[in-house]
T-cell receptor, first 111, second 113 residues
Framework: SAVISQKPSRDICQRGTSLTIQCQVDSQVTMMFWYRQQPGQSLTLIATANQGSEATYESGFVIDKFPISRPNLTFSTLTVSNMSPEDSSIYLCSVADGELFFGEGSRLTVL | GENVEQHPSTLSVQEGDSAVIKCTYS??????FPWYKQELGKRPQLIIDIRSNVGEKKDQRIAVTLNKTAKHFSLHITETQPEDSAVYFCAASYGGGADGLTFGKGTHLIIQP
């Protein structure tokens, strides 16, 4: 099974700033995804990170707010831009390798 | 797009009893239905999944059933134990795999000693 390392594990951020979350996988994978889990809620797919091309965003999520990079088959970043308290969530990197594996998540608190 | 409804939101059962969580989906093209368990502060982990070409799958104390006609699927846990306490999420996808999963809202399962 894929091993996913995500950082930071948690951070406290000021309103209006941006934060980049990194996701490293121990093997090459085609499909990488970013999910958001708001406090006490379910998981919502933000976007699919495509290697060598722009990410594919789900309804309600836009590139200007959540820019994503995927420079190779083992690494991706998600930036949460111009943060507001409503962005306080856990952001989870995931990969599809037969099943969907999740990273430990990055818990962001925006003050 | 796909919509997944999950019930109940909270389920409390006595240790040793069975627990059943139910989900319905809207897109008849969906063909992959996984269940995830998430313990407090931890990542979701796959516990069992089923594809649309089978009606039931079992793994020790856990089983999943699928009714394609009615578009619903259920998780069954028998002989519940304290370590089964967690939040369980159902999901659906029409890709045949784990990409593009739509999750239900989750069920908080509480096992009473």
């Amino acid at each position: 099974s894929a091993v996913i390392s995500q950082k930071p594990s948690r951070d406290i951020c000021q309103r209006g700033t941006s934060l980049t979350i990194q996701c490293q996988v121990d093997s090459q994978v085609t499909m990488m995804f970013w999910y958001r889990q708001q406090p006490g809620q379910s998981l919502t797919l933000i976007a699919t990170a495509n290697q060598g091309s722009e990410a594919t965003y789900e309804s309600g999520f836009v590139i200007d707010k959540f820019p994503i990079s995927r420079p190779n088959l083992t690494f991706s970043t998600l930036t949460v831009s111009n943060m507001s308290p409503e962005d306080s969530s856990i952001y989870l990197c995931s990969v599809a390798d037969g099943e969907l594996f999740f990273g430990e998540g990055s818990r962001l608190t925006v003050l | 797009g796909e919509n997944v409804e999950q019930h109940p939101s909270t389920l409390s059962v006595q240790e040793g009893d069975s627990a059943v969580i139910k989900c319905t989906y809207s897109d008849s093209a969906s063909n992959y239905f996984p269940w995830y368990k998430q313990e407090l502060g931890k990542r979701p982990q796959l516990i069992i999944d089923i594809r649309s070409n089978v009606g039931e799958k079992k793994d020790q104390r856990i089983a999943v059933t699928l009714n394609k006609t009615a578009k619903h699927f259920s998780l069954h846990i028998t002989e519940t134990q304290p370590e089964d306490s967690a939040v369980y999420f159902c999901a659906a996808s029409y890709g045949g795999g784990a990409d593009g999963l739509t999750f239900g809202k989750g069920t908080h399962l509480i096992i009473q000693p």
